[in-house]
């Protein structure tokens, strides 16, 4: 029979190493697993993802957390959906929401009856039937209430600074039991067998485990370069590998949405936050260059920038 796990060790910190040491100490909680930690304060944190979707509830229930106090924490706000702009034409837009709009008519699907609706309307759009892309384009939030009413089926999503994300998961972990090593992995020690069996850190230091855990992000050293796990290769389908992100102040109360402004090479983020709203450009090295891509995101800010536009690409992915 194989050795029963008693010590899971997570390669890396930030948002994804954080979620993942305390989901394990969640699950674990009542049982005798240790787990530990491992990253370094030289190895910065790439921090774009501010946007997410409705299923960071579900981590968020599992964790225990308090809402109210997650959102406090993280300077975060509220998001019914996503606005595309400028996707299906130039100057055009429509608003993705997360629930779904209109009533099913018993057994047929609402957006049957639309359509067919949609047929002598052209005008009308199917976000006039969506209380949360009608209550965004107001700038209107609140959280689902009441029973058999529209109010209940509300579903939403949040925007927060990721890097206190991973702060406040870190306080819930180490809470929990984690324990945290400050150190940079020099080298990835393996098994005859090729199995992992430890981490050397720096100055002289090792971690031994029996389950690790690769969150060092784009450099991947557990699974790429120890494993030799390759880079599966998806460009013919997503040919954007590079992305400039850089945060303005906030100018006005925040919406609750994401809006992505399709470019010629690419998309612009704006991500709305308590405290500055978080805007970048992803777009494909094969289609512009780095000093017309960081132009275009510079000059279609809606505020005064707050710091210099910061690469958050894959160099050494970008085609020739």
Same mark, same amino acid.
């Given at each position: 029979? %194989?050795? @029963?796990?008693?010590?899971?060790?997570?390669?890396?910190?930030?948002?994804? +190493?954080?979620?993942? $040491?305390?989901?394990?100490?969640?699950?674990?909680?009542?049982?005798?697993?240790?787990?530990?930690?491992?990253?370094?304060?030289?190895?910065?944190?790439? !921090?774009?993802?501010?946007?997410?979707? %409705?299923?960071?509830?579900?981590?968020?229930?599992?964790?225990?957390?308090?809402?109210?106090?997650?959102?406090?924490?993280?300077?975060?706000?509220?998001?019914?959906?996503?606005?595309?702009?400028? #996707?299906?034409?130039?100057? +055009?837009?429509?608003?993705?929401?997360?629930?779904? @709009?209109?009533?099913?008519?018993?057994?047929?699907?609402?957006?049957?009856? &639309?359509?067919?609706?949609?047929?002598?309307?052209?005008?009308?759009?199917?976000?006039?039937?969506?209380?949360?892309?009608?209550?965004?384009?107001? !700038?209107?939030?609140?959280?689902?209430?009441?029973?058999?009413? %529209?109010?209940?089926?509300?579903?939403?999503?949040?925007?927060?600074?990721?890097?206190?994300? $991973?702060?406040?998961?870190?306080?819930?972990?180490?809470?929990?039991?984690?324990?945290?090593?400050? !150190?940079?992995?020099?080298?990835?020690?393996?098994?005859?067998?090729?199995?992992?069996?430890?981490?050397?850190?720096?100055?002289?230091?090792?971690?031994?485990?029996?389950?690790?855990?690769?969150?060092?992000?784009?450099?991947?050293?557990?699974?790429?370069?120890?494993?030799?796990? +390759?880079?599966?290769?998806?460009?013919?389908?997503?040919?954007?590998?590079?992305?400039?992100?850089? @945060?303005?102040?906030?100018?006005?109360?925040?919406?609750?949405?994401?809006?992505?402004?399709?470019?010629? $090479?690419? #998309?612009?983020?704006?991500?709305?936050?308590?405290?500055?709203?978080?805007? +970048?450009?992803?777009?494909?090295?094969?289609?512009?260059?780095?000093?017309?891509?960081?132009?275009?995101?510079?000059?279609?800010?809606?505020?005064?920038?707050?710091?210099?536009?910061?690469?958050?690409?894959? @160099? &050494?992915?970008?085609? $020739?």
């Amino acid at each position: 029979m %194989p050795e @029963p796990i008693r010590k899971i060790v997570v390669a890396g910190g930030g948002t994804a +190493g954080w979620m993942t $040491a305390a989901w394990f100490a969640r699950l674990l909680q009542d049982t005798p697993v240790e787990i530990v930690l491992v990253e370094s304060d030289e190895i910065g944190i790439v !921090g774009v993802g501010e946007a997410t979707t %409705p299923y960071l509830h579900v981590f968020n229930q599992v964790m225990g957390i308090n809402e109210d106090d997650f959102v406090r924490f993280t300077r975060g706000t509220f998001k019914f959906g996503i606005e595309f702009v400028n #996707w299906g034409r130039v100057g +055009g837009a429509y608003h993705h929401p997360f629930g779904a @709009p209109g009533r099913d008519y018993g057994p047929l699907p609402f957006h049957s009856v &639309w359509l067919r609706h949609a047929l002598a309307n052209s005008s009308d759009t199917l976000e006039s039937y969506n209380l949360q892309s009608l209550a965004a384009r107001h !700038g209107k939030f609140m959280r689902p209430s009441g029973a058999n009413s %529209p109010l209940a089926d509300l579903t939403y999503a949040f925007h927060f600074d990721a890097s206190l994300y $991973a702060r406040y998961l870190r306080q819930i972990s180490e809470a929990a039991g984690v324990r945290r090593i400050e !150190g940079r992995i020099e080298q990835v020690r393996l098994t005859a067998d090729g199995a992992i069996e430890g981490l050397s850190l720096n100055e002289g230091r090792s971690v031994d485990g029996d389950l690790f855990i690769d969150c060092t992000g784009f450099r991947s050293l557990l699974l790429g370069e120890a494993l030799g796990v +390759g880079f599966e290769d998806w460009s013919h389908w997503l040919p954007c590998d590079r992305a400039w992100a850089v @945060p303005t102040a906030r100018d006005g109360a925040p919406l609750p949405f994401t809006r992505s402004t399709a470019r010629s $090479a690419g #998309w612009q983020w704006r991500i709305p936050l308590q405290h500055r709203t978080g805007n +970048g450009y992803v777009h494909s090295s094969g289609y512009t260059d780095d000093q017309a891509a960081v132009d275009t995101l510079m000059q279609t800010l809606g505020g005064p920038a707050l710091a210099e536009p910061i690469l958050k690409g894959r @160099p &050494w992915l970008t085609r $020739a």
